[in-house]
C-alpha cells in the first residue's frame, strides 16, 4: 500500500468511525482501524462485531492498492501534527511508514486477512429514508426513556414503528414511556426493528448538520445506515416489542396546562428535600391551583411549593417520582405542556400542549406511585 494523502482528511475519517472501536475485544484485530486502498480512495472501518462505522477518505493520489489493520494509536499522532501532505507506505510484512513535512514514525500493521467479515442487510431488506433532523431529534427525545432489563432485552432500545408516511419512535422502561413521531419518512410497507441504546446514540453524535437524508436498509438481524461517506452497521435487538398504543391513556379528564419551564424548575426544587433512595414527589391538585410537595422523614426535611395554573377537573392529589418526571420534562421543546390525569392510580399523559407546533409529535407517559 502506498498513498498520500492529507494529514487533517484522515484523522477526521478516523474520529468518525472511531466510536467503535473497543477498548477490549476477544479478537484483538478488531483493535484495530481497517484500511483498504481501491479505486483512488481511503476505505476506514471500525468494528466491535456489534456496531460497525465505515467511511470513505479521499486521498491525494494511490500509487500502490492494498489493505492493512492499523493500530488505533494513530489517532494520538495525527492529533499532534498540523494538517499537511502525508505519506503512508507499507514497509515488509509488518509495518508502514508515515512521512510529514519535517520528520516520520513506523508503526506496526496486521493483516486485513484477519479482520472479521461484516454482516450486512439481506436481499430481503427493507429500505427507509429518515430525514436527519427529524431521526436525530426523534433519539435524542426518547433513548434516555430506554431500560437497563437484562430479562427483557427489546426495552433496552428504541422500536422504530414504520408506516408508509410516518415512523414512530418509542423508548420506555416501564415506568414511563415516550412516543417521537416523525414525519417525511418513506417507506414502501409497514416494518418495524428494535435499535439498542449504544449504536442509537452513537447514530445520533455522529449524523452532522450538513446531512439531509438517512438512509436504513434493515431485515431481522442487521441494521445499515448510510448517509454522506459515512456506513453504520449494527446487529437489532431481537424480541417483541410490548404493544405500546394499548397503554396510552385515552380518556384522561382531569387537565393541567403549565408552562414547561415553570413546572420542571419547581419539580427541581422541591425534590431536593425528597426522600434521596425514591426521590418521591406530591402533585396537589385543585381548580386554578397546584401545590407540589416532598418530605424525607429521616433527615427531616420537607418543602413544597404553590403555583397558579391552568386545571380544570377533580381535585387530586397524586405521586411521582421526580427524577423521570423531570427527565420528560427536560427532554422536550415545547414552551407550555398539557398533562391529563384519570385518578391517583393511573397513568399521567404528558403532551406539548394544542398551541404547540410539535403537539402531535411527542407524547410521555408517567405511572404514578402510591403515597401516604
Not at 144 to 157: E, F
Request: aromatic residues 6%.
Amino acid at each position: 500500500m502506498k498513498l498520500n494523502i492529507s494529514s487533517g482528511n484522515l484523522l477526521k475519517g478516523l474520529l468518525d468511525v472511531a466510536k467503535a472501536l473497543p477498548a477490549k475485544s476477544a479478537l484483538p484485530i478488531l483493535e484495530n482501524f481497517l484500511f483498504v486502498l481501491r479505486d483512488g480512495k481511503l476505505e476506514v472501518t471500525a468494528s466491535d462485531s456489534e456496531l460497525t462505522l465505515r467511511t470513505v477518505v479521499e486521498v491525494d493520489s494511490a500509487e500502490e492498492e492494498g489493505s492493512i489493520a492499523v493500530p488505533r494509536h494513530i489517532i494520538e499522532l495525527l492529533k499532534e501534527l498540523p494538517d499537511q501532505p502525508l505519506s503512508i507506505k507499507t514497509v515488509g510484512e509488518s509495518s508502514f511508514e508515515l512521512n510529514w513535512t519535517s520528520g516520520n514514525s513506523v508503526l506496526p500493521y496486521f493483516p486485513a486477512d484477519d479482520y472479521p467479515e461484516i454482516a450486512t442487510a439481506g436481499e430481503d431488506a427493507l429500505t427507509v429514508e429518515f430525514p436527519a433532523s427529524a431521526l436525530v431529534e426523534g433519539i435524542s427525545g426518547t433513548v434516555y426513556a430506554t431500560a437497563d432489563d437484562a430479562i427483557r432485552p427489546a426495552m433496552n432500545g428504541i422500536f422504530f414503528d414504520i408506516e408508509p408516511e410516518t415512523t414512530t419512535l418509542v423508548a420506555s422502561d416501564s415506568h414511563k414511556l415516550i412516543c417521537y413521531t416523525a414525519s417525511g419518512v418513506k417507506a414502501a410497507e409497514k416494518a418495524s426493528f428494535i435499535l439498542h441504546k449504544k449504536p442509537a446514540n452513537v447514530l445520533r453524535s455522529i449524523i452532522g448538520k450538513d446531512i439531509e437524508t438517512v438512509s436504513a436498509r434493515f431485515d431481522s438481524t442487521v441494521v445499515v445506515w448510510e448517509f454522506g461517506p459515512v456506513m453504520m452497521v449494527c446487529r437489532l435487538v431481537v424480541g417483541k416489542y410490548p404493544k405500546y398504543r394499548e397503554v396510552i391513556p385515552k380518556n384522561n379528564s382531569n387537565v393541567l396546562k403549565i408552562e414547561r419551564a415553570l413546572l420542571l424548575n419547581t419539580v427541581r426544587r422541591v425534590a431536593v428535600c425528597s426522600n434521596k433512595a425514591s426521590s418521591h414527589i406530591k402533585f396537589t391538585l385543585k381548580e386554578g391551583q397546584l401545590e407540589i410537595s416532598a418530605q424525607d422523614l429521616g433527615f427531616a426535611l420537607a418543602a413544597y411549593e404553590k403555583i397558579t395554573c391552568d386545571y380544570h377537573g377533580e381535585d387530586l392529589t397524586i405521586g411521582f417520582k421526580s427524577t423521570f418526571l423531570s427527565e420528560i420534562l427536560s427532554n422536550m421543546d415545547c414552551g407550555n405542556i398539557v398533562m391529563k390525569f384519570a385518578d391517583a392510580r393511573r397513568a399521567a399523559l404528558i403532551i406539548p400542549s394544542e398551541e404547540e407546533a410539535e403537539s402531535e409529535k411527542v407524547c410521555g407517559i408517567l405511572m404514578p406511585i402510591m403515597i401516604a
